[in-house]
């Protein structure tokens, strides 16, 4: 290929003559122009040439689409600081009685786990033959009737039962909604809406906290009870929502809805415009790796996930993201009022509000993250996170192992110290993983394996909330404070195992990926960059060279 030499900013750069931009001049620049690195050269400037106008009518309704599937990750997130605080309360204990650790404890907490993974499979043939609306519609219909059940129990066994039912449903919405939140915004929204979306477990957990807290005041039976009820209010959105929004644009293409794709595409990626550069890459790129006889219309067939590279190196992604992203220490967060208990915390109101400090601080890190998903290098934030969730975790586990040797005279400033070091760990593991968590698995997934993928995914993180919910409870009664030092350990495992086998995704389209898996070493692939010439009005005029990041 010819080279030359052309002077950007000051510095000679060896520019080869690939032409990003159409115009005839692509070559030549102004002696303003800047060199930028960016993952993919084309992607960047198509984007620099569609400008979408965020608060036009369409984006607003873009927004929207994303809230609704963001309200069901708030279905998922609610349970998870909800039954932490109602075990607690005293009424719930008269009707149950079945303590705060031990088996019961642990039944009650892991049948909605149990639940969550048989449903998975459904929800994969729902979102696949039916459209990733008509699975979020689903998933909480049947949540609400889980909620029903629960919620009118007086026995241990339709307890577990409504709360078997309440995991079946989740676990539907959670392959139909993440798939949908990354299918629909423009490349360069993907990170923050998908990410957005993630964080709707902070939209659950927290009003789940301050109800629970709330409710903790009433002294009949209505003080656990209302807060199951509440969990329905996001369904209830959700149920409503589904029928003002558009379905995905991949799956339109994938099942032969050409048109609808396009016009889609042309509406909320072009600002009207189906000739836009963005558009125009997209449509070419759909057509080209979404294949209308792909094993989507094929319910049953995970082959592709063993037998192909390009599979493997995939489901690697979303094995890691989903195992790490559940059992890194996050898990202890189920028994919040425990943990508080073992650092000195004995009242019941201060326990519940800890617990809603503690989804509040979480919250702030997650969406911070949030703000940053589409720029910061997601494998980079996965190893130094993981890292620091280890100191975080090995300072909380030392002090409590200080505070346990002071027996009945502990000192107030070791639990301070013990109870603002859990908090920090919260922090930077909401950073490192809530936004990711939705993120890299609907990445790493092409479109006509995501919902399987998903379901497999969602498998995989019910099965370690079940060792979480289930081994918890009986680790924090029988070891106490000793149970943490396996997340140190474990979380140092985690960041070897992200520098090696991590696969970075930030910056290309979902269709780009697929050049990086098929690629021998697609951990080496992902981390090649282009690097453009931009012009001051922002267009890229060339791209001149392809290097490691």
């Not at 949908?180 to 490349?187: K, R």
């Amino acid at each position: 290929m010819e080279e030359k030499e052309i002077n950007v900013g000051g510095v000679l750069v060896s520019q080869e003559h690939v032409a990003v931009h159409g115009d005839a001049g692509a070559t030549t620049s102004s002696p303003h122009a800047k060199s930028k690195v960016v993952h993919n050269a084309e992607l960047y400037a198509a984007i620099q040439e569609t400008k979408i106008d965020y608060k036009s009518k369409n984006s607003l309704h873009l927004y929207f689409a994303v809230l609704v599937a963001f309200c069901c990750a708030c279905a998922n997130g609610y349970d998870g600081s909800l039954l932490t605080g109602i075990v607690a309360m005293e009424h719930f204990q008269n009707t149950f009685h079945s303590g705060k650790t031990g088996t019961i404890v642990a039944i009650m907490f892991s049948l909605y786990t149990v639940g969550a993974m048989v449903g998975s499979p459904f929800g994969a043939i729902l979102s696949d033959r039916y459209g990733r609306r008509v699975g979020m519609f689903s998933g909480c219909s049947v949540i609400i009737v889980g909620m029903i059940i629960a919620s009118t129990a007086y026995t241990i066994a339709q307890f577990v039962v409504g709360r078997f039912v309440l995991g079946f449903g989740i676990s539907i919405v959670t392959v139909a909604a993440p798939a949908y939140a990354v299918e629909i915004p423009p490349p360069h929204w993907r990170g923050r809406a998908t990410g957005f979306y993630n964080c709707g477990w902070f939209g659950g957990s927290i009003p789940a906290a301050a109800v629970v807290y709330g409710c903790n005041k009433i002294q009949n039976d209505y003080s656990w009870r209302i807060p199951l009820i509440v969990q329905a209010f996001a369904c209830i959105v959700v149920l409503f929502g589904v029928w003002f929004i558009p379905e995905s644009p991949r799956y339109l293409m994938a099942n032969g809805r050409e048109e609808e794709a396009i016009a889609f595409l042309a509406k909320y990626h072009g600002n009207g415009d189906p000739n836009s550069k963005l558009v125009q890459l997209e449509i070419e790129e759909m057509k080209e790796g979404i294949r209308q006889d792909g094993i989507d219309k094929r319910p049953l067939d995970y082959r592709p996930f063993l037998f192909t590279h390009s599979g493997r190196w995939r489901i690697l992604q979303v094995l890691m993201i989903s195992i790490f992203g559940q059992f890194s220490g996050n898990g202890l967060g189920y028994f919040n009022t425990t943990i508080f208990e073992i650092i000195g915390v004995s009242s019941i109101e201060q326990q519940l509000a800890y617990n809603l400090l503690n989804s509040v601080l979480s919250a702030v890190g997650a969406l911070t993250a949030v703000a940053y998903t589409d720029t910061m290098p997601r494998r980079k934030v996965l190893i130094f996170g993981t890292l620091a969730c280890v100191a975080a975790l090995a300072t909380n586990s030392g002090l409590s192992a200080a505070l346990d040797l002071q027996g009945e005279n502990i000192q107030e400033s070791y639990a301070k110290g013990a109870l603002a070091s859990y908090f920090l760990f919260n922090i930077i593991f909401s950073f490192t993983y809530t936004p990711l968590q939705g993120v890299i698995p609907t990445e790493a997934l092409e479109t006509t394996t995501r919902a399987k993928g998903l379901a497999f995914s969602s498998v995989i993180v019910y099965a370690m909330g079940f060792i979480n919910q289930f081994a918890g409870p009986i680790a924090l009664g029988n070891i106490g404070y000793k149970y943490i030092y396996v997340f140190v350990g474990w979380d140092l495992v985690e960041t070897v195992l992200w520098y090696f086998f991590g696969v970075e995704s930030q910056g290309r389209t979902l269709e780009q990926l697929e050049w990086v898996y098929n690629q021998p070493n697609p951990v080496k692939a992902s981390l090649k960059v282009d690097r453009v010439i931009v012009e001051e009005d922002g267009r890229v005029k060339a791209k001149v060279e392809t290097s490691n990041a």
